[in-house]
Structure formats: structure tokens, C-alpha cells
């Protein structure tokens, strides 16, 4: 099939101090499922806000040509109208609004500025049906969880008359069996003739679904390939300019004495205080030592790590936490990092960073003591600091002043990890590190990783990813709902032991809620 319905040609787009893409060509057929990849902050994201309007035209350098017709959007609604749809990866929908709501909003369903429910309700079941979900359209979106909103997503674009979906790592923060779910779905949209582009990291779910892919690099368009000719290794070697032999980075590790230590710890739901979400944990982490938590979404993995580090979560919070043998008062996030304790969290859009605020401030704010005089900042040390970690860490920016709000993912953990850093703590616990981010940045991150490991420190991973739990840990507990169900050393861990830990303590829980019933 050769039925060209997209061409860019020669897109330049220019921010201040950076060519975030320089003469990005882009062809894609009719029909097809066309991935974008590349590392972060190459211009993925970039070059589709241009092509569906974000960044209107006359703001960037380039043609864009939709059904062979030159297209110059001025804005998202222009190439809505066309049937051009985009999916951010932060879902655009608004939590207090029902279902129905969130579909039409911005295309109401009115007459004379009246909005008609019954065919608000009527219509939305209908496109709730296409994407596969049985929701009442008047059920609140806070109520439904990730994989849901993301199938509301793409009902809000089928609403739309899309010809054209472009979705910006729709999977990012799925599960595995709702990312499953999703990837049919844009096959069963392309048996109906749908056209698909889809900015992916994840290598396995590309190869399952693309036609072909385009790959891109620092601003430019490397190469695209076919489905016939797309290996990993290939895939990899053309968004970093360079092999990675290795995914993950070798490391002989240097284990001491317990630093950090858990006992009985028991965490109960804040919402619904009779329902208990961490039953009962005892874990350790040794000087030196990478740690991993390993479970399926719901284990209670973040909760735990939340509970630990100032009770940000939960009520009628029990149990004991150990700094290097003394017990250690870990009531507030403050008194938490006084002790030595760090949470790089999941969410780092939300609670990891000030995304309106630069990089220098950034990467100071958990240890203002450490660039103050008698309670004053100096913001000359500040300066210093900023670009040591900078440096240290790698962050890919114009200078500690560019907002992090613009930086991409895998610089954004960056400046995430440089704050903690900046604040030396013994023991760091890091949730979900390489969500959302590339392979390059991946191995950049577990680089960093080992790198204070052999310093000393102590290092807890959470990751929904078996693969990368079993390439940096030195061993991993397996936590199942809200239970420690398995501990494995690393030469003997693999994917099928963990998840026959899983299963195990599964059947395990259903046994004690039998008993106790």
C-alpha cells in the first residue's frame, strides 16, 4: 500500500536556545499503524503538536500535507475538523466530570445553547461500546481507573470523526494487561481502516503493532523502517547512535552492614480506615545494596513506600523503621529526610518537581541549609550546585534556568534524582524511576543507580518492569496485595519465580479471608 494520507516535509521548529527539531521528514500510509520513537527530548512529541496545530503555523519552518492538500493549522480545533486527532500522554480529561461529560466537552451536544443529556448519554454508550468498556456515562471520571480514562481518551477522539489518531505514549502508565488491552484496540481501529501514529519507548509493544516506524534523533529524522525489517537492536541503535550491548550496566557490588530496616510495618487505607492496605512488612537493605519491590499494579508497592516516608499515605500507621541500627522517626517528610531517608516518587509531574519553576531551584529545595548563609540563600552556591549536578547527572538543558516543566521525561527524573542527591541521604527509595522514559535515559538513570550504590548508599526500586528488577537488583522482594510474599537473590530470580510468588501469595490471601469469614 503506497496511499500516502501524511507527509511533512522539512519541519524546523526553534525555541529559545534549542532547535528542538531541524528538517524532520514524515510519511505515512493510509491505514497503517506508524510509530515514532526516539529518546527523550529528541522532538517526538514536538513534531506532532505541530502537525495537529498546537504549535500553530507560521511558528515553525515546513510543510505538512493531509490527503494531498497543503494543511496550515492555526490551532488543535483546524485539524480536528479534518478528522486529525491527538492524545496527549497527560490525559486531557477533567476528574469531577462524568464520562459523557469529558467526551463531548468542547463539542457539545446543544441546541439553541441547550445541551441535549439523552443524546449526550445515548451517544457516549454507543462510542463507549467501540472502545470496550461497559461504563454508565454518568459516572465520574475520578472513579475509574488509568486503562479506562485512557479508553474515554479515544471514545472522546472516535466522537470527533478521527481519520487521523496520534497517541503520545498511550501505555506509559498502564498495566500490562490494560497496555494489552489498548494495543488490540488500535489493531482492531486499523482492520477498520483507521490510520495510527503512536510515540512509543516500549520496543516490544512497537514491534507487535507497527507497519513501520521513523525514528528520530536530536531534532532530525534518522531513518524508517518496515515492519519486515524492525529488530530491537536496530530500533535501538538508531535513536542513540550507538549499540547498547548491555541494557543494563555491569556492576560488582560491595554489600555492608543492614543501613535500613522495616518491622511490622501495617498501613490502613486513608479513605476507608476498615480496609488495611500493607499488612505486616519486614524488609531490609543493606549498605551498598539495590534492593527491588516487585508486584502487580495494586500490590500496594507505592503505598508502602509513601506510608514509610513521612506518612504521606495512609491512617493508623504501625511498625518500626531502622537508620543504620537506631530506630528512626520518620513521622514527617521532614524529620524523614533529617534521618537520612529520600523518595523519589512515581508521579514526578505532580509531587516530584515545581514544573513552572528552572532547574536550579529545583535541585536545591530539599537542602536549602546547604546553599543558605545564617537563613539567606546564596544564590551564587545555588548557581554552583545546580550546574554540578547538572553535570553529574547529565541533564540535557539550555542551562539551570530552563524550566522543568519543558524538559523532556528522562531529564525530568534527572533533576528529580539531582534534588535527593543534593540532599545525601543514606538511603534512597526510588518509585517507578524509569517510568515514561527512553532506553538511553534508562541505562543513563541505572548508571546513576550504581553509581551510589558503590558510594555506600542504600537503594530500594519499585518497577513494574520484571526485566529491569532482575538487571539492576541485587535482590527483590515480591509483594502482593499489601503482603511480602517472596524473597529472591538475583542469581536465582526470574520473571517465572516472581510471578509464581505472586500467584502463590494470591491463593495465599484468599485462604486467610476464607478462615476469617
Known sequence: MNDIILEMRDITKTFPGVK???????????????????????????????????????????????????????????????????????????????IGE???????????????????????????????????????????????????????????????????EPTASLSEKDSDALLDLLLEFKAQGMTSIMISHKLNEIQRIADQITVIRDGQSIETMDKADITEDRIV??????????RYPSRTPKIGETIFEVKNWSVYHPLH??????????????????????????????????????????????????????????????????????????????????????IKHNVTIANLPGVSRSGVIDDMAELKVANEYRKKTNIRSSSVYQIAGNLSGGNQQKVVLS???????DMLILDEPTRGIDVGAKYEIYTIINKLADEGKGILVISSEMPELLGICDRIYVLNEGRIVGELASHEASQEKIMRAIVRGTAREEQLERAAS
Open 102 to 168: 469529558n467526551i463531548f466537552l468542547g463539542n457539545e451536544q446543544a441546541t439553541n445553547g441547550v445541551i441535549n443529556w439523552n443524546t449526550v448519554r445515548r451517544r457516549s454508550s454507543e462510542l463507549l461500546r467501540k472502545v470496550g468498556l461497559r461504563e454508565d456515562p454518568d459516572t465520574l471520571v475520578t472513579n475509574i481507573g488509568t486503562g479506562k480514562q485512557q479508553l474515554v481518551e479515544i471514545a472522546k477522539a472516535l466522537s470527533k470523526e478521527v481519520k487521523l489518531l496520534i497517541l503520545d
Open 419 to 425: 534534588k535527593w542527591l543534593f540532599a545525601n541521604p
Open 237 to 246: 541503535t538508531s535513536m542513540v547512535g550507538r549499540s547498547i550491548e548491555n
Open 20 to 98: 528542538a527539531l531541524e528538517n524532520v521528514n514524515l510519511k505515512v500510509r493510509r491505514g497503517d499503524i506508524h510509530a515514532i520513537c526516539g529518546e527523550n527530548g529528541a522532538g517526538k512529541s514536538t513534531l506532532m503538536k505541530v502537525l495537529s496545530g498546537v504549535y500553530p503555523y507560521g511558528s515553525y519552518e515546513g510543510e505538512t500535507h493531509y490527503e494531498g492538500k497543503e494543511c496550515r493549522f492555526n490551532g488543535i480545533h483546524d485539524s480536528e475538523k479534518v478528522g486529525i486527532v491527538i492524545i496527549h500522554q497527560e490525559l486531557a480529561l477533567v476528574p469531577l466530570l462524568s
Open 273 to 358: 480506615p476498615e480496609r488495611q492496605v500493607i499488612k505486616n512488612i519486614n524488609l531490609n537493605v543493606r549498605k551498598g545494596e539495590v534492593v527491588g519491590i516487585a508486584g502487580l499494579m495494586g500490590a500496594g508497592r507505592t503505598e508502602f513506600a509513601m506510608s514509610v516516608f513521612g506518612k504521606t499515605y495512609g491512617t493508623n500507621i504501625s511498625g518500626e523503621v531502622f537508620l543504620h541500627g537506631k530506630r528512626a522517626d520518620t513521622s514527617t517528610v521532614g524529620k524523614a529526610v533529617a534521618g537520612g531517608l529520600a523518595y523519589a516518587t512515581e508521579d514526578r509531574k505532580v509531587y516530584g518537581l515545581n514544573l513552572i519553576d528552572h
